[in-house]
C-alpha cells in the first residue's frame, strides 16, 4: 500500500510560512490567514486546505502512546496560592521507577495548552527515564479544548485571555511541586517550546535551585535580565525566524557580560517549530539533533544515572 510524501516546509513559499506564524501567534485571525493565503491556492489546493495541511496532524506524529507500557501517568493537580490557585497537568514516570527518586523535568507547551503533542513529548522524556510533567495553562478554562471541532483556534483564542502573571506564578509552582516530590532527587530542569521557550527564559531567571533550562526559539528576555541567570541555558533558535532572532545579539552579549553558562544552536534553513514534528514546518534532521544535545545537556545538568547499553 502506497503513502502520500509527508509535506515540509520546502513544499511552501515563504511569505505563506511567515504568514502561518502569524496566524499561530494570533498576530492574526483564522480568516485573516485564509484571505492571506488565496494567492497561493491552486486548482489542487485551497487556503482552507493549505491551513489543514500546514496545522497540527496529532495522532500521526506521536511516538509513544498514552497506554505505553514503559511509562505510568496520571493528571496531578498542583496547588498555586500566588497564582490561579491551582493548575493541573500531566504527569509521567517510567513504570519501573516505583519509588526510586528521579531527576524531575518541567515541560512548558506552546501558546495552545497542554496539546496532544505536549503530552507526547512528556511521555518521551518518562520513557527516557525521568519524572516530567506538563503543567496546562488553560487549566482554570476548563483545560486543553480537545472536543473542539478547531481545538487549536479555540486554544488560542482561550489563551489570549489569561491572566500572564498568574500564569507564570503557576508555573512556579509545578517547578517547585517537581523540586520536592519525595520520588525526586531534587534536580529540575525545564524544556519549553515557542511560548514555553520563552517562560523557560523567565525560569531561568526566577526558578530558585533550577539546574538545566532548554528553551526551543522561546522569547528572550529583556538583557537587564541576562544578570539574574543561574540556571545552565542550551538555547535552539530556528534559522528562518526573525521574529525571535531579531533581538538574540543583545541578549547573547549580555548573558555573555553576566558570564552566564549558555550555549546557543542555531539550525541553518530550519523554521519556527522546527522542532514539532506534528506539522510541515518539522525538520527531521535540526529536530534529532536538537534532541539529542537537550538530552545529552539534562543528563549531565540533572545527574541522571548512565546505564550500560
Given at each position: 500500500?502506497?503513502?502520500?510524501?509527508?509535506?515540509?516546509?520546502?513544499?511552501?513559499?515563504?511569505?505563506?510560512?511567515?504568514?502561518?506564524?502569524?496566524?499561530?501567534?494570533?498576530?492574526?485571525?483564522?480568516?485573516?490567514?485564509?484571505?492571506?493565503?488565496?494567492?497561493?491556492?491552486?486548482?489542487?489546493?485551497?487556503?482552507?486546505?493549505?491551513?489543514?495541511?500546514?496545522?497540527?496532524?496529532?495522532?500521526?506524529?506521536?511516538?509513544?502512546?498514552?497506554?505505553?507500557?514503559?511509562?505510568s501517568t496520571?493528571?496531578?493537580?498542583?496547588?498555586?496560592?500566588?497564582?490561579?490557585?491551582?493548575?493541573?497537568?500531566?504527569?509521567?514516570?517510567?513504570?519501573?521507577?516505583?519509588?526510586?527518586?528521579?531527576?524531575?523535568?518541567?515541560?512548558?507547551?506552546?501558546?495552545?495548552?497542554?496539546?496532544?503533542?505536549?503530552?507526547?513529548?512528556?511521555?518521551?522524556?518518562?520513557?527516557?527515564?525521568?519524572?516530567?510533567?506538563?503543567?496546562?495553562?488553560?487549566?482554570?478554562?476548563?483545560?486543553?479544548?480537545?472536543?473542539?471541532?478547531?481545538?487549536?483556534?479555540?486554544?488560542?483564542?482561550?489563551?489570549?485571555?489569561?491572566?500572564?502573571?498568574?500564569?507564570?506564578?503557576?508555573?512556579?509552582?509545578?517547578?517547585?511541586?517537581?523540586?520536592?516530590?519525595?520520588?525526586?532527587?531534587?534536580?529540575?530542569?525545564?524544556?519549553?517550546?515557542?511560548?514555553?521557550?520563552?517562560?523557560?527564559?523567565?525560569?531561568?531567571?526566577?526558578?530558585?535551585?533550577?539546574?538545566?533550562?532548554?528553551?526551543?526559539?522561546?522569547?528572550?528576555?529583556?538583557?537587564?535580565?541576562?544578570?539574574?541567570?543561574?540556571?545552565?541555558?542550551?538555547?535552539?533558535?530556528?534559522g528562518v525566524?526573525?521574529?525571535?532572532?531579531?533581538?538574540?545579539?543583545?541578549?547573547?552579549?549580555?548573558?555573555?557580560?553576566?558570564?552566564?553558562?549558555?550555549?546557543?544552536?542555531?539550525?541553518?534553513?530550519?523554521?519556527?517549530?522546527?522542532?514539532?514534528?506534528?506539522?510541515?514546518?518539522?525538520?527531521?534532521?535540526?529536530?534529532?539533533?536538537?534532541?539529542?544535545?537537550?538530552?545529552a545537556f539534562?543528563?549531565?545538568?540533572?545527574?541522571?544515572?548512565?546505564?550500560?547499553?
Open positions: 500500500m502506497s503513502t502520500k510524501p509527508r509535506l515540509t516546509a520546502a513544499d511552501f513559499d515563504q511569505e505563506l510560512l511567515i504568514l502561518f506564524d502569524a496566524y499561530v501567534h494570533g498576530n492574526i485571525s483564522r480568516r485573516g490567514f485564509l484571505d492571506g493565503a488565496a494567492k497561493f491556492a491552486t486548482a489542487g489546493m485551497s487556503a482552507s486546505m493549505i491551513l489543514a495541511a500546514l496545522s497540527p496532524n496529532f495522532a500521526a506524529a506521536q511516538v509513544v502512546a498514552k497506554d505505553d507500557k514503559r511509562i496520571q493528571i496531578l493537580e498542583v496547588a498555586s496560592p500566588k497564582g490561579s490557585g491551582s493548575i493541573k497537568g500531566l504527569l509521567a514516570r517510567p513504570a519501573n521507577a516505583g519509588s526510586k527518586k528521579l531527576p524531575a523535568i518541567l515541560v512548558i507547551h506552546e501558546n495552545r495548552g497542554l496539546n496532544p503533542h505536549i503530552e507526547d513529548i512528556t511521555r518521551r522524556l518518562a520513557v527516557d527515564g525521568y519524572m516530567a510533567f506538563a503543567p496546562d495553562a488553560l487549566t482554570g478554562l476548563g483545560g486543553y479544548p480537545a472536543s473542539n471541532p478547531q481545538p487549536e483556534d479555540k486554544a488560542r483564542e482561550l489563551f489570549a485571555t489569561l491572566n500572564q502573571a498568574n500564569i507564570f506564578e503557576d508555573f512556579l509552582a509545578s517547578a517547585t511541586m517537581l523540586q520536592t516530590r519525595a520520588n525526586s532527587t531534587g534536580k529540575l530542569g525545564a524544556v519549553g517550546f515557542c511560548y514555553g521557550g520563552g517562560i523557560v527564559q523567565r525560569l531561568a531567571i526566577s526558578q530558585p535551585g533550577l539546574n538545566a533550562s532548554v528553551p526551543f526559539y522561546g522569547n528572550l528576555p529583556a538583557p537587564t535580565e541576562a544578570a539574574k541567570v543561574k540556571a545552565p541555558l542550551l538555547i535552539h533558535f530556528a525566524d526573525e521574529r525571535i532572532n531579531a533581538a538574540w545579539p543583545t541578549y547573547e552579549a549580555a548573558l555573555k557580560a553576566a558570564n552566564a553558562s549558555f550555549t546557543a544552536h542555531t539550525y541553518a534553513g530550519t523554521q519556527h517549530g522546527f522542532n514539532n514534528d506534528t506539522t510541515p514546518r518539522f525538520d527531521a534532521e535540526a529536530a534529532k539533533l536538537a534532541w539529542g544535545r537537550t538530552m539534562f543528563a549531565k545538568n540533572l545527574n541522571m544515572p548512565q546505564t550500560d547499553s
